[in-house]
């Protein structure tokens, strides 16, 4: 997949370098299997100072910690926004496929510091955690990237105890429309 995508790959780490200055590749602190944490890639789509913006924006809405995804965030490049419109940002995360720390199909990587917050206040959080983590998960497409984390949980739940090779396919099949679809 890599291969046959590295042409991709490759307009995508050059708009990204030539739209503003910094590295190509984001690196996070995610989650996995077990809750054990890796480094999860991503193409870089905010501008490189965006974590002294991101106090800002919480100081700006009262939140303090990590903040979750903001609606028009003023830190996303122009380059950023269309990789993130077309969920380009995160095809790096091949690479992790790759290494073993996450797989296609699974609950999302979730960020250490959110987990702790999530499971202290949602029974059954960390049964997630049970499977790899992946690309795209049953709750991105039934439910979308701005549903709340314990109705994510139903679907990663659901998707536990049903998976199958088949699911695994459908899911995958039904990423592509919602990638391809607007506002998704």
């Known amino acids: 997949m890599l291969l046959l995508l590295s042409p991709v790959l490759l307009l995508c780490a050059l708009a990204v370098k030539l739209n503003s200055p910094g590295p190509v590749l984001f690196r996070q602190k995610r989650s996995g299997i077990n809750g054990r944490p890796f480094t999860m890639y991503k193409f870089r789509s905010m501008?490189?100072?965006?974590?002294?913006?991101?106090h800002e924006l919480a100081a700006m809405n009262e939140m303090s910690g990590p903040v979750f995804k903001v609606s028009n965030d003023p830190r996303i490049?122009?380059?950023?926004?269309?990789?993130?419109?077309?969920?380009?940002?995160?095809?790096?995360?091949?690479?992790n496929v790759v290494r073993g720390e996450m797989s296609l199909v699974g609950p999302r990587p979730e960020r250490?510091?959110?987990?702790?917050?999530?499971?202290?206040?949602?029974?059954?959080?960390?049964?997630?955690?049970?499977?790899a983590p992946g690309l795209t998960g049953?709750?991105?497409?039934?439910?979308?990237?701005?549903?709340?984390?314990?109705?994510?949980?139903?679907?990663?739940l659901q998707y536990l105890m049903a998976w199958s090779p088949i699911l695994d396919l459908q899911i995958l099949a039904r990423?592509?429309?919602?990638?391809?679809?607007?506002?998704?």
Do not use: M, W
């Open 175 to 184: 990423t592509v429309v919602v990638v391809c679809r607007r506002g998704s």
């Open 112 to 131: 250490p510091e959110l987990i702790a917050e999530f499971e202290a206040a949602i029974p059954g959080y960390g049964r997630r955690h049970e499977i």
């Open 47 to 54: 501008a490189t100072n965006a974590e002294q913006r991101k």
């Open 77 to 95: 490049t122009p380059v950023g926004r269309f990789l993130r419109r077309f969920s380009l940002d995160e095809l790096p995360q091949f690479l």
């Open 138 to 156: 049953l709750a991105q497409v039934r439910a979308g990237y701005h549903t709340d984390p314990a109705s994510k949980l139903g679907h990663d």
